[in-house]
């Protein structure tokens, strides 16, 4: 009956059905069979009203759908599958508890004797409660889009008020370079205030020079001509003098301005970075439709045999819609592709407004601040949706082999805003997109392995360690010496170890008491320190989720790095202004919210089937949606108000220049006029 709890004791010898009529005003009910004993191990099924009925351990998986059970189990069952409107709830207890989870088999250890069965009883509870109706699907699904769309409203209202603000200043005569309109004159009086020991507001030799690539905005290339060309290369805007201004002598000085890394032509670097845009769409197509297709097979499988173990869903939380049996997982990742959309647009916005003050030459926009790129950012916009997409693939069936699909595009959202993050103060030498997402695939790759042979293998985890750790070193180095550290030797082949052990002893033992770039040298030690301790505990631990694994280490050097960038912010006596210090303080509480919820742990493919749903959960929100649910909300938006940091804090540069403030390394090109004085009031970079 309907509503009603039914207990009953059930055996390998003595198994139980029920038959269960739909009501009439019912289209949908919840079967809820819960037990105090863990084992013995037992089976649900619901079958069609057929005969015979399959009420035995080998037959049982032949008719219907089925779970395996331990302590819970849940199945949905909807009307319109039993065209008689009724059905057979079918309990059997399996002679042995290895698909639950138990021991191993007795006759696989040459034990044949079965009279241990006998004793092999299970006490159950069985309660049908009608399921959700329909109109609660509609309202759920208002919710999701309605709750996201807000974040559009919140948009439009924001650049409203910027615009009313803008106009104001217009008439008032008062602009800031942060508006993106009216022409300065390059007369503007420079005051420079420099940290102790940098010789800040002097002139620096070595970045005034002829190497020192400074024009005026009539000398400028319009800022129209931006167009793609088969001639233009990065290599041929290159044109650093190597003999008035080599580069090993600019990028290794100990105080390092912004200048220094961003003397490339700025129309061939924005192209450089655009190609991250083009690359991650053309990635995103081919990675995800083999996804597709076969999440829908797995779906298929299920809804053909009925095996409901080869999903690992939240079952008491469960529902389905058309041919997908968990709608409410999937409908829940929206807040992904809504918000990377609108992401995207955001940025977009940002790119005319700074394409119409280039246009109309603002010196500003030209001369002042840090070099604008807007190509990483469209990147991140998209890998924010393409999380969305992969994360509802995984959802379609839920289980070990396809986790990777939810996290594939985690690595690259957190490998592309630590390269946001490095770009801003280092526009020249930041990672072209080729060797970017080679990285990445390489890393999607030993993510794979590691769920091949990430379990029991030790040999595996040597080599990943290995490999850990010898990355995190040559990038380091890399770090450490803005790119310029080669180990070459055109002599011989002993040149190679005669330049490590030059490198060895000038950096490790004369100046061991201090190093040159103190600020790098303790980012990069505490970020090897840690590196290496999650290979050390890779090693000694090999834990089961490798996927997860490999995205811990992306999240902790992602936040370590922003963590040593604020900092530095910070120290160079930067100010952060309220919409970036909201954007902040809003990423920071919306990500504490969604990992509560991340840690409620509803279901887990580490275990069997029968032990992950003792994990499972009713619904906690409207009816529909549950924990993990939440967590696909709440982390849509974190990620969001994560992303709109980047660009506050960029777009903060040029008006905190206005003001005085100490700027660590935030300059750009300055006009012919300025010559004489070596840079914008800024701090030496790191």
């Not at 059930?10 to 079967?31: E, G, H, N, R």
């Not at 509870?125 to 807000?150: C, E, G």
């Not at 079952?315 to 999937?330: D, E, K, R, W, Y």
């Given at each position: 009956m309907t509503n009603?709890?039914?207990?009953?004791?059930?055996?390998?010898?003595?198994?139980?059905?029920?038959?269960?009529?739909?009501?009439?005003?019912?289209?949908?009910?919840?079967?809820?069979?819960?037990?105090?004993?863990?084992?013995?191990?037992?089976?649900?099924?619901?079958?069609?009203?057929?005969?015979?009925?399959?009420?035995?351990?080998?037959?049982?998986?032949?008719?219907?759908?089925?779970?395996?059970?331990?302590?819970?189990?849940?199945?949905?069952?909807?009307?319109?599958?039993?065209?008689?409107?009724?059905?057979?709830?079918?309990?059997?207890?399996?002679?042995?508890?290895?698909?639950?989870?138990?021991?191993?088999?007795?006759?696989?250890?040459?034990?044949?004797?079965?009279?241990?069965?006998?004793?092999?009883?299970?006490?159950?509870?069985?309660?049908?409660?009608?399921?959700?109706?329909?109109?609660?699907?509609?309202?759920?699904?208002?919710?999701?889009?309605?709750?996201?769309?807000?974040?559009?409203?919140?948009?439009?209202?924001?650049?409203?008020?910027?615009?009313?603000?803008?106009?104001?200043?217009?008439?008032?005569?008062?602009?800031?370079?942060?508006?993106?309109?009216?022409?300065?004159?390059?007369?503007?009086?420079?005051?420079?205030?420099?940290?102790?020991?940098?010789?800040?507001?002097?002139?620096?030799?070595?970045?005034?020079?002829?190497?020192?690539?400074?024009?005026?905005?009539?000398?400028?290339?319009?800022?129209?001509?931006?167009?793609?060309?088969?001639?233009?290369?990065?290599?041929?805007?290159?044109?650093?003098?190597?003999?008035?201004?080599?580069?090993?002598?600019?990028?290794?000085?100990?105080?390092?301005?912004?200048?220094?890394?961003?003397?490339?032509?700025?129309?061939?670097?924005?192209?450089?970075?655009?190609?991250?845009?083009?690359?991650?769409?053309?990635?995103?197509?081919?990675?995800?439709?083999?996804?597709?297709?076969?999440?829908?097979?797995?779906?298929?499988?299920?809804?053909?045999?009925?095996?409901?173990?080869?999903?690992?869903?939240?079952?008491?939380?469960?529902?389905?819609?058309?041919?997908?049996?968990?709608?409410?997982?999937?409908?829940?990742?929206?807040?992904?592709?809504?918000?990377?959309?609108?992401?995207?647009?955001?940025?977009?916005?940002?790119?005319?407004?700074?394409?119409?003050?280039?246009?109309?030459?603002?010196?500003?926009?030209?001369?002042?601040?840090?070099?604008?790129?807007?190509?990483?950012?469209?990147?991140?916009?998209?890998?924010?949706?393409?999380?969305?997409?992969?994360?509802?693939?995984?959802?379609?069936?839920?289980?070990?082999?396809?986790f990777q699909f939810d996290t594939s595009f985690m690595y690259m959202i957190a490998g592309l805003c630590m390269l946001k993050l490095y770009q801003t103060r280092h526009p020249d030498i930041n990672a072209s997109a080729y060797s970017a997402y080679a990285s990445f695939a390489v890393v999607i790759c030993l993510a794979v392995l590691g769920v091949v042979f990430g379990k029991n293998d030790m040999w595996f985890w040597v080599i990943f360690s290995m490999i850990h750790v010898l990355a995190s070193l040559a990038l380091s180095t890399q770090i450490y010496y803005m790119g310029r550290f080669k180990i070459d030797g055109p002599d011989s082949d002993l040149g190679i170890f005669r330049r490590a052990a030059m490198v060895l002893y000038t950096d490790c033992i004369q100046q061991c008491s201090r190093p040159m770039y103190m600020d790098r040298m303790v980012l990069l030690i505490v970020g090897n320190l840690v590196n290496w301790s999650f290979a050390i505990f890779g090693l000694v631990y090999r834990p089961k989720d490798f996927a997860s694994y490999i995205l811990g280490i992306f999240i902790c050097n992602l936040l370590l790095y922003l963590a040593f960038y604020i900092i530095m912010k910070l120290r160079s006596s930067e100010k952060l202004l309220p919409i970036p210090l909201f954007c902040i303080v809003a990423t920071a509480v919306v990500w504490a919210a969604a990992l509560y919820f991340f840690f409620q742990t509803l279901s887990s493919w580490e275990e069997t089937p029968a032990e992950s749903r003792e994990k499972n959960r009713p619904c906690i929100l409207l009816g529909f949606f549950d924990d993990h649910d939440v967590w696909h909300f709440l982390s849509a938006a974190a990620l969001f108000f994560s992303f709109l940091s980047w660009p506050q804090q960029q777009e903060q540069k040029s008006e905190a220049q206005l003001h005085g403030a100490l700027l660590h390394g935030a300059t750009w090109k300055l006009h012919e006029e300025m010559q004489l004085v070596d840079l914008l009031r800024g701090d030496v970079l790191v």
């Open positions: 009603k709890a039914f207990n009953f004791t059930a055996s390998p010898s003595q198994p139980q059905y029920f038959l269960y009529k739909f009501p009439q005003d019912v289209d949908s009910v919840i079967i809820k069979v819960v037990s105090d004993a863990v084992y013995p191990c037992s089976v649900v099924s619901v079958q069609d009203i057929v005969c015979p009925v399959y009420d035995l351990d080998h037959n049982v998986e032949f008719n219907g759908v089925y779970q395996s059970m331990t302590k819970q189990a849940a199945i949905t069952v909807q009307r319109k599958d039993f065209p008689g409107e009724q059905f057979f709830v079918v309990f059997v207890i399996k002679p042995e508890d290895y698909a639950c989870g138990g021991s191993v088999p007795s006759s696989i250890h040459g034990n044949v004797n079965r009279t241990w069965n006998l004793q092999r009883t299970k006490n159950l509870q069985v309660t049908i409660v009608p399921s959700i109706k329909k109109s609660v699907y509609v309202q759920a699904m208002f919710f999701s889009f309605l709750s996201f769309l807000s974040f559009y409203l919140g948009s439009v209202v924001v650049a409203f008020v910027h615009y009313i603000r803008v106009r104001r200043k217009a008439s008032a005569g008062r602009l800031s370079p942060e508006d993106g309109s009216g022409i300065m004159t390059s007369s503007h009086p420079i005051t420079a205030s420099t940290p102790e020991g940098s010789s800040y507001g002097a002139i620096d030799e070595s970045s005034s020079s002829g190497g020192r690539q400074l024009s005026s905005p009539e000398r400028r290339p319009p800022a129209g001509s931006d167009t793609d060309s088969s001639v233009e290369e990065e290599s041929d805007f290159d044109t650093m003098p190597e003999i008035e201004s080599d580069k090993n002598v600019i990028r290794t000085k100990v105080f390092l301005y912004l200048s220094d890394l961003s003397r490339k032509d700025r129309r061939i670097v924005s192209k450089k970075y655009k190609i991250y845009f083009w690359n991650i769409i053309t990635i995103a197509v081919f990675y995800a439709l083999p996804v597709i297709q076969l999440v829908i097979t797995y779906q298929t499988v299920v809804n053909v045999t009925g095996n409901q173990d080869i999903c690992y869903y939240n079952f008491l939380c469960a529902h389905p819609l058309g041919v997908l049996s968990a709608f409410n997982n999937i409908l829940s990742n929206v807040g992904h592709m809504l918000l990377g959309f609108l992401f995207l647009l955001i940025v977009l916005r940002r790119d005319i407004l700074h394409r119409r003050a280039m246009e109309m030459k603002d010196v500003y926009t030209l001369d002042y601040g840090i070099p604008k790129h807007f190509g990483l950012f469209y990147a991140m916009g998209i890998a924010l949706m393409m999380e969305g997409v992969l994360s509802a693939c995984y959802h379609v069936c839920p289980n070990y082999s396809n």
